[in-house]
């Protein structure tokens, strides 16, 4: 989730924003004000599909911590994601580590759950270029032991190219264990001062992604869209609230 990222076609592995609780937990690390975030995405041609997160971070002496929570779907369908998760800088890479307890609910069926765990690191290798890595579902918990199911395990690489100061280019693949990657590619513009202009695609599934930003001292408000010939059109907005004091830097 954050309408950044979706704007980005979700090429998020070196991002290091306020939604990074719901991406790469590593870009939590350079987060040094306290904020508060919501989002919501819908999708007009699949009714009950709609999805909705909501976070805190909370920047400490040492590190950044954060909850979150995630819902999709509806009555017949949904699933409720609760997230925490903490994150540090050390040196030129960031690490974060995120535990989600996750639970599934689908009318006849009843509800399951799960406790998973999720790995990020981000390295800075020089001023215009960074590399990120996530590993999703780490330990593959088991969420219905009738059929043994158990959840996806994902590992996220991507690299972000800083050519100049309002220019921001993202590439990144995205691999779960039994199917075929997905590329990513975003890219960021800075047009105005406080004014960000998005796009990016995905090839397998095959999307495209666009969408705006604006940045004021605290708030900051994000539109996004993408379009797939399978689910069409789905539109996120998001905003995200910074308040208190910086953290001081050490």
Do not use: C
Request: no cysteine.
């Amino acid at each position: 989730m954050g309408s950044r990222s979706a704007a980005l076609a979700y090429a998020s592995s070196t991002l290091s924003d306020d939604w990074a609780i719901f991406n790469n937990i590593a870009g939590m690390a350079k987060i040094n004000t306290a904020s508060s975030n919501f989002a919501y995405s819908i999708n007009p041609s699949l009714p009950g599909a709609d999805r909705a997160a909501a976070s805190l971070l909370a920047p400490v002496k040492i590190g950044t911590f954060g909850i979150g929570v995630f819902r999709f779907g509806d009555e017949l369908y949904s699933e409720q994601v609760l997230s925490a998760g903490y994150a540090n800088q050390f040196g030129l890479a960031a690490l974060g580590m995120k535990v989600n307890y996750v639970q599934y609910r689908a009318e006849g069926v009843g509800t399951h759950s799960a406790v998973s765990l999720h790995l990020g690191g981000i390295a800075t290798l020089s001023p215009k270029v960074m590399v990120g890595a996530y590993i999703i579902n780490l330990n593959r918990p088991e969420i219905s032991n009738a059929i043994k199911e158990r959840l996806p395990a994902k590992l996220i690489t991507g690299v972000q190219f800083h050519p100049e100061e309002k220019l921001i280019l993202l590439a990144e693949i995205e691999k779960d264990l039994h199917y075929k990657p997905t590329l990513k590619g975003g890219v960021e513009y800075q047009f105005f001062k406080k004014v960000s202009f998005r796009t990016g695609f995905n090839l397998g599934p095959n999307s495209v992604h666009g969408g705006i930003g604006y940045q004021s001292a605290r708030l900051y408000i994000d539109y996004a869209m993408h379009y797939s010939t399978s689910l069409l059109s789905t539109f996120q907005l998001a905003t995200s609230y910074r308040f208190g004091q910086p953290k001081k830097q050490e």
